[in-house]
């Protein structure tokens, strides 16, 4: 047995040696499925992080701005102010609900209420379906794309292994045909499977845990909304309303 060992590691010393055996010219002499499947990986792997590093920049400006937008909100003494400063803000969430609130409160205290000043008691439920649009519509633009992180983290191992799956056929198949199993009969086609394996989980562990981070973050901004939506309406309740 061990008389072989010098052999087998000869074996692999010459298969190394060879240019053939290089990683670009494994890819590049791969079977056409395996080179397919190695593309698609690569292509989703390009756009996961095309989407993480524009998506990180986006949820790091918005978490930025709404944190400077509610320091502004709660020291100012009158919401025109704010109104009138609020695209400083434009990456926040939390400041476009507030200019959709007070575009909505505008209207409602311009029209036939102007004379008392305020709105009546039903004027709140339009006000309150004009914040639920602009959250729901906010909330839309912070969640676009992360679909296709999900998408790449829970297929990708799968492509992968359709990758891995076909290049050990394919060394069976020589085996077959050769009736040899020595590493240069076969060790193309495994290393081929190999890297279809390896490029798999490359492009889905990174997407996986971008996709639960800008999970998180999007829920914080939520929730952020959400108490911003139920203070305007306590504001607008105290100092706008009118007897029905």
């Known amino acids: 047995m061990y ?3 010098p052999v087998y590691l000869a074996t692999v ?3 190394e040696g060879d240019d053939s055996g ?3 010219s494994l890819l590049l002499d791969a079977d056409l499925i395996v080179q397919l499947v190695l593309l698609v990986l690569l292509g989703m792997s390009v756009g996961c992080w095309v989407i993480i590093l524009n998506k990180a920049r986006l949820i790091s400006r918005a978490q930025r701005q709404t944190s400077a937008f509610l320091d502004a909100f709660w020291k100012a003494r009158r919401l025109d102010q704010i109104y009138d400063t609020v695209d400083r803000y434009a990456g926040s969430p939390v ?3 507030f200019r959709a609130g007070y575009l909505e409160l505008s209207k409602l205290t311009g029209q036939d209420q102007q004379a008392s000043g305020g709105i009546q008691i039903g004027g709140e439920d339009n006000l309150a379906r004009a914040l639920r649009r602009s959250r729901a519509a906010e909330r839309q633009a912070l969640e676009r794309l992360t679909p296709f992180l999900a998408t ?11 990758g891995t799956v076909w290049g050990i056929l394919r060394a069976f198949q020589k085996i077959g045909e050769t009736g040899q199993a020595t590493v240069a009969t076969v060790g193309p086609d495994i290393a081929h499977a190999l890297i279809a394996t390896a490029v798999g989980l490359a ?6 845990m971008a996709y639960n981070y800008f999970n998180t973050r999007v829920r914080q901004q939520s929730v952020e909304m ?8 306590n504001i607008v ?3 706008f309303r009118t007897a029905g």
């Open 13 to 15: 010393a010459q298969v």
């Open 152 to 162: 790449t983290g829970s297929t990708a191992p799968f492509i992968g292994l359709f």
């Open 237 to 239: 309740k105290r100092h």
């Open 203 to 208: 492009a889905a562990i990174p997407a996986v």
């Open 226 to 233: 959400d108490n911003f939506s139920d203070d305007f309406m």
């Open 3 to 5: 008389d072989a060992i």
């Open 95 to 97: 400041a476009m609900v």
């Open 22 to 24: 290089s990683i670009l």
